[in-house]
């Protein structure tokens, strides 16, 4: 069983469009962090949100992480190829002072020119 | 700053051979650094956590034995996948926490290590 819920699993869009990505859980984060990641190289954190209903923006990405600290969202507008992407969500879900990351399924994105 | 460096980006080997794969944090001090395997199209997958000067924490149904992990600075974790099998093919990703961000869940991630084993 995923912890971490992203959907959806694959986008292929056109370059322009805008769309929206989600991840959820039943849990409660402390904070909830983002990435992208390319083919054959390591993730790079986007964005880490801490405050319930807290709206972060990175360019033409919108972050959102939930009231209830449970689940967030990533908007990009107006897509470029460069998006182009596994994108993934993590959180710690660990209790303690392990502070371990959790991540989520991942959404892959294609932005077709 | 925070930069992560693994050694090798990739290596091939045989079946039944040892290979070490190393991760740095070049420009700060981690007392902790984690250790990740990730399958094409897949998600991050924890293998284990590493504790300078300690026993590193493996997750559930990963083999202590197989997978060896040393952390013995604060700069510099090691793993080291024993008697490698093609089923242990796979991209493995390293992260650190910098000591003084150690009350966040703040990870930085080394570029990877795609383990090919014949």
């Known amino acids: 069983t995923q912890l971490l819920e992203q959907s959806p699993q694959f986008l292929s869009i056109q370059e322009g469009e805008n769309l929206t990505v989600y991840c959820n859980s039943s849990?409660?984060?402390?904070?909830l962090q983002w990435y992208r990641q390319e083919p054959g190289e390591g993730p790079v954190l986007l964005v880490t949100?801490?405050?319930?209903?807290e709206v972060k923006k990175l360019k033409r990405l919108t972050f959102q992480f939930g009231d209830a600290r449970k689940d967030s969202s990533l908007h990009i507008t107006a897509a470029q190829p460069g998006d182009t992407g596994l994108y993934l969500c993590?959180?710690?879900?660990?209790?303690?002072?392990?502070?371990?990351?959790?991540f989520g399924s991942g959404t892959q994105l294609t932005v077709l020119p | 700053g925070a930069v992560v460096s693994q050694h090798p980006s990739w290596v091939i080997c045989k079946s039944g051979t040892s290979v070490k794969i190393e991760c740095r944090s070049l420009?700060?001090?981690?007392?902790?650094m984690f250790w990740y395997r990730q399958f094409p199209k897949q998600s991050l997958m924890l293998m284990a956590t590493s504790n300078e000067g300690s026993k590193a924490t493996y997750e559930q149904g990963v083999e202590k034995d197989k997978f060896l992990i040393n952390h013995a600075s604060l700069t510099l974790s090691t793993l080291t996948v024993t008697s490698a099998h093609p089923e242990d093919s796979s991209f493995y990703i390293c992260?650190?926490?910098?000591?003084?961000?150690?009350?966040?869940?703040?990870?930085?991630f080394g570029p990877g290590t795609r383990l090919t084993v014949l």
């Open positions: 992260s650190a926490r910098d000591v003084r961000l150690a009350s966040t869940d703040t990870q930085y």
């Open positions: 849990s409660v984060f402390s904070s």
């Open positions: 420009d700060f001090q981690a007392t902790t």
């Open positions: 993590a959180g710690d879900l660990s209790s303690g002072s392990a502070r371990q990351l959790t």
């Open positions: 949100v801490v405050t319930g209903g």
